[in-house]
């Protein structure tokens, strides 16, 4: 691209008054001026925080970037933008996400860059960054931060999926505060995010299967050497990305959407892929609906044998070949031309990878698990769909009928789920209400609801459990999540009573209470969706706004982009 056509030269290559204090206030960092005459300006969007202590490792991520544009001939410029934690932040990161999507499209519009690097890693700061820079369209590339080393603690593999067990053995009296408490320190050993297929690892398949990323993005350790050389490799790459003009638009076709979902259902990953993929759709206009998400029927088998669906980590999945080789079993399936950040087809990230364990990744011929993908459910229960995952479930219970136990709202399940008075036995149906987006609000990750104590210390380890909220990618069980519409809008949720009947068919992929439509009708008439809206703050915005889990939970007025064009100048 010519200096003239830069972006970044309507700030730094201007005549007069503007011109003078765009370069001069620049040069306060020791810029000299031939950085600013004509050099690509490349942007590294950092979600460093000491808060997300899956991103701490950024800056270093930041340095490895920056040597690969300056080696290229741009110039780069990093800054922050929120940062969410998936373990610290309340109620929950998701309330977030879309708050940071504009964060990262207006602080990359308003400023002078002519591409972004999205260095992205714990939970929702993948979604969040891709869909506010998929708002602006400019040349962009991902990457990801990169899993932590495997957990070991006694002898054993461990990693986020054990938490969940970990609680119950200490429910049951299995587990000791103590023994709990040596190994929280053995989980979370080294720099990066959650070593499991949960949704950050998810996240960074993704963007790679997207085409958004460099090839191996996905797995590569955060504590390995190669992470900081694929970053810089990703330096380089923007640099002449902008010079080529390759934008998101050109690389997010639908194409590479179907690309997405079919290896989605071949790495097991996370139900959050649903709603984010599904927002980032929307935003670079790409005509997807949830029904596109129903993938057990399409004859892709689980290939990679990760937990939470299976029995390795991601570190055993780098080291066995990662995402390339996975890809390249599954080619049949996949749109092999759709083009990548790399300016070449898809097929070119993995012809000449190998599979060095074939334990940790299946072949088409002889993969992990027949069973794969999510299955999405619809019924008078959830009009616009649920979602469920069957190979994180217990396939007796995919076909199942059973009374309803409800709790209201998050508070009375906490009450109630260990009292030993709870009417429920082992075949009932947990119904969970009010956690979905407008109503938590934010759609928090408590969809894997405890088994109620007194059936834990019967042994029983999982139910059909139901709720519009989410699960962590990192949980499992025969979990029916995101029911839309949610209870807080008048879904039939709502009026979901103790002892109603409720019928699962996976195989027939609905979700029925057992009610007449009358009846229905009744119950609902008694509801005032109105009364979760909180007067204030961002909350309020986001309770306004937000949509249903079915179209990605993303805000009504954020859909599509603006582009990056802006006419007016600032002084
Ligand atoms: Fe950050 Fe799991 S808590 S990825």
Redesign the pocket.
Known sequence: MQKEQLRSQEWFGKKGKDGFIYRAWMKNQGIPSHQLNGKPVIGICNTWSEL???NAHFREIAESVKNGIYEAGGFPVEFPVMSL???LMKPTAMLFRNLVSMDVEESIRANPLDGVVLLC???KTTPALVMGACSVDIPTIVVSGGPMLTGKHRGKDIG?SDIWNFFEDNRSGLMTDEELYVAESCLARSRG??AVM???STMACMVEALGLSLADNAAIPASDSRRKALAHLSGNRIVDMVREDLKPSQILTRQAFDNAITVNAAIGGSTNFIIHLLAIAARIGVDLNIDDFNTLDKGVPLLANLQPSGKYFMEDFYYAGGLPVLMKELQSHLHNEAITVSGKPMSANYEDCDCFNTDVIGSMSSPFNTTAGIVVVKGNLCENGAVLKPSAATSALLQHRGKAVVFENIEDYRLKIDDPELDVEEGDVLVLKNVGPRGYPGMPEVGNMSIPKKLLDKGIRDMVRISDGRMSG?GFGTVVLHVSPEAAVGGTLAVVLNGDMITLDVANKSLTLELSDEEILTRKANLNPGDHIVARGYTHLYQKHVEQAHLGADFDFLKGSSGSKVVKDSH
């Open positions: 997300t202590p899956c934690g998936e373990t890693g714990c939970d986020t995010h959650c949960g949704t950050a990192t």
